[in-house]
C-alpha cells in the first residue's frame, strides 16, 4: 500500500482517481485550497501563496499532479495564457521544492497533454518519443513536463500524456454534447481533425498501473483515435438528435479567437507502448463507451 497526495485532486479527474486508488487499498489525500473536513482525506495548500499543509509531505511516497486550468474553459488572453501556463508549470516547480527534501517519496506521476506534437502532419499517429510542436499547447506541454523532470533527482517520474477524457460527470465530453442536446450541435471546421481519447476509469487504471509496475518516463493515455466528425455523429445519433450544418473555420476563429487552434486542429497518438507494458483497455470501442455515457 502507497500513500498518495494527489495535487489537483478535487477536480472530475482527481475525485474519480482517488476513489479508484482507494479501493485498490492505497492511502489517499487530496490537497485544496478548502479543505474543510481533514477526516474525509483533505489537507490544505496555495500553490500561489506557496503555502503547504506538512502533513501532505510526512511519509508520503506517492505524489500525483494533476494541476493545470482547463484548456477550454475560457478565451485565451494574454492573461488566460499566463493562467494555464502558471497552472501547470509554476505549480509543478513549487511541488519540487516543498518535495525536494522528502526522505519517503519515491514515485512522481505529472499529468501532460496528448495533443502537443503540432499540425503539420495530420496524418500521423505520434509516439512519446516524437518531438512536440510549436504551437501555444504544445508549448506550455514541453514546459510542464520540463519542470516534472526536476523530481528526477530524487525518485521516480512518469508522464501522463492525457487524451480527451470522455466521463458521465462532465469535461469535454459533456461540453460537445451540450450543443446537441439542445438541438443545435454541429461539426466544427472539416471535421476530419483528430481527437484521441479515453474513458475515464481507464485513465484510472493507467496511472494505477504505472504505479504498481514503477514505470518511469512518458505514457500516453488514450484508447484511440477519432475525428470531431465521427464523435459529434456518434453523439448526436446516440441522443437521437439532428445536426445542423458544420460550422465554418473561419467563424469557428472569430468565436474563440487563439483558443481555436485546439478546436480545428488535432493530432492522432499512439498507445503501443503503455500495451507494450501489459496494459489493457477495458473501454477500447468509441462507439460503446459513447453508448455507456449517454445510453
Not at 192 to 206: F, G, N, V
Request: aromatic content about 10%; glycine content about 8%; overall charge positive.
Amino acid at each position: 500500500m502507497e500513500r498518495i497526495v494527489i495535487a489537483g485532486g478535487s477536480g472530475l479527474i482527481g475525485t474519480g482517481l482517488a476513489d479508484h486508488l482507494r479501493k485498490a487499498g492505497h492511502e489517499v489525500w487530496i490537497l485544496t485550497r478548502k479543505a474543510t473536513d481533514p477526516n474525509r482525506f483533505f489537507l490544505n495548500w496555495d500553490p500561489v501563496t506557496k503555502t503547504i499543509d506538512p502533513l501532505a509531505i510526512e511519509k508520503t511516497t506517492v505524489l500525483i499532479n494533476l494541476c493545470g486550468a482547463e484548456l477550454a474553459a475560457k478565451r485565451w488572453t494574454k492573461s488566460r495564457i499566463n493562467e494555464l501556463y502558471d497552472s501547470r508549470v509554476n505549480t509543478t516547480r513549487f511541488l519540487f521544492e516543498v518535495y525536494k527534501e522528502s526522505a519517503h517519496l519515491k514515485h512522481f506521476v505529472s499529468a501532460s497533454g496528448a495533443v502537443a506534437y503540432g499540425f503539420d502532419h495530420p496524418e500521423k499517429t505520434y509516439r512519446e518519443s516524437d518531438s512536440f510542436g510549436d504551437d501555444i499547447i504544445a508549448d506550455i506541454t514541453r514546459k510542464w513536463e520540463k519542470a516534472a523532470d526536476q523530481f528526477e533527482s530524487i525518485c521516480l517520474v512518469s508522464k501522463i500524456r492525457i487524451a480527451v477524457v470522455l466521463s458521465e460527470s462532465g469535461g469535454a465530453l459533456q461540453k460537445l454534447a451540450d450543443p446537441v442536446k439542445k438541438g443545435f450541435g454541429a461539426v466544427l471546421a472539416s471535421g476530419e481533425q483528430a481527437i484521441p481519447w479515453i474513458y475515464c476509469e481507464d485513465l484510472y487504471s493507467i496511472i494505477e498501473f504505472v504505479i504498481v509496475n514503477k514505470l518511469p518516463g512518458a505514457y500516453h493515455a488514450s484508447a484511440g483515435n477519432t475525428t470531431n466528425k465521427e464523435l459529434t455523429k456518434l453523439i448526436a445519433k446516440v441522443l437521437k438528435k439532428r445536426l445542423l450544418p458544420a460550422v465554418p473555420k473561419f467563424i469557428v476563429r472569430l468565436l474563440f479567437g487563439k483558443m481555436a487552434v485546439m478546436l480545428i486542429y488535432g493530432n492522432k497518438v499512439s498507445n503501443e507502448k503503455i500495451h507494450s507494458e501489459g496494459f489493457s483497455f477495458r473501454h477500447g470501442n468509441l462507439n460503446s463507451t459513447i453508448q455507456r455515457i449517454f445510453g
